[in-house]
């Protein structure tokens, strides 16, 4: 079965700090996608970022950046110059047969001032 | 801003009772899916639609759940006889599928359940 483990539930970092939060996935597939997203106290769901598997190259948006091991199916999301507005749920979530997202249980995540 | 919109955001409601929920997708966007959240956990899949057409369910929408999006704009997840188990956050994303390309999934704010 293709699932997801985020196995850290939660995690704090000091303002300004770099933060990595873990994902594993297991899939029989070679060309897919897998994304982080960001779920803030409001609760509205937000892309964070999204990586194709067929490229090599990590993605990176801003101060979000990832390191995607496609053969230890391992995408973990780091977070550089933390900011107190970075403090949320994050998800790591892999598109089961291009349709529906299946979810990592979320990694809660902590910034201190 | 032309996001994903959800209607109500809340909904307290007695076990028994029906209640329906609206989700209206990016305008542009093809595909609408249904998920439910509980507390502390990420979301799972329930349905998703491509147009108007019902394309997956999940084995967690029971006989009690429909879904429907009957022009390919909006779409409805009713629940009957609501159970206290049936209490979560239900979120609804819709994203552009073109041929193998797929496109971001962009998530609504949700419409919380109470059932008393």
């Known amino acids: 079965a293709q699932t997801v483990t985020q196995s850290q539930p939660e995690m704090s970092v000091q303002e300004a700090e770099t933060v990595t939060l873990s994902c594993t996935y297991d899939t029989s597939e070679s060309d897919y996608y897998l994304f982080w997203y960001k779920q803030p106290p409001s609760r509205q769901m937000i892309l964070v970022i999204r990586q194709e598997a067929y490229k090599q190259q990590n993605a990176t948006e801003n101060r979000f950046s990832v390191n995607f091991q496609k053969a230890a199916k391992s995408f973990s999301l780091k977070i550089s110059d933390s900011q107190l507005g970075d403090a949320a749920m994050y998800f790591c979530?892999?598109?089961?047969?291009?349709?529906?997202?299946?979810f990592g249980a979320g990694t809660r995540l902590t910034v201190k001032p | 801003d032309t996001g994903v919109s959800q209607n109500p955001r809340h909904k307290i409601t007695k076990r028994g009772q029906n209640v329906t929920f609206r989700c209206d997708p990016i305008?542009?966007?093809?595909?609408l899916y249904w998920y439910r959240q509980t507390l502390g956990q990420g979301p799972e899949f329930l349905t998703y639609?491509?147009?108007?057409?019902?394309?997956?369910k999940s084995r967690l929408l029971s006989d009690r759940f429909s879904a429907e999006r009957p022009k390919g704009s909006f779409s409805t997840l009713e629940i009957q006889r609501t159970e206290q188990g049936d209490s979560a956050m239900y979120l609804c994303?819709?994203?552009?599928?073109?041929?193998?390309?797929?496109?971001?999934?962009?998530f609504g704010p949700g419409t919380r359940l109470t059932v008393l």
């Open positions: 305008s542009e966007h093809n595909r």
């Open positions: 994303a819709s994203s552009l599928r073109s041929g193998r390309i797929l496109d971001t999934q962009y």
């Open positions: 979530a892999y598109p089961l047969r291009d349709n529906d997202m299946r």
């Open positions: 639609f491509q147009n108007e057409a019902q394309l997956e």
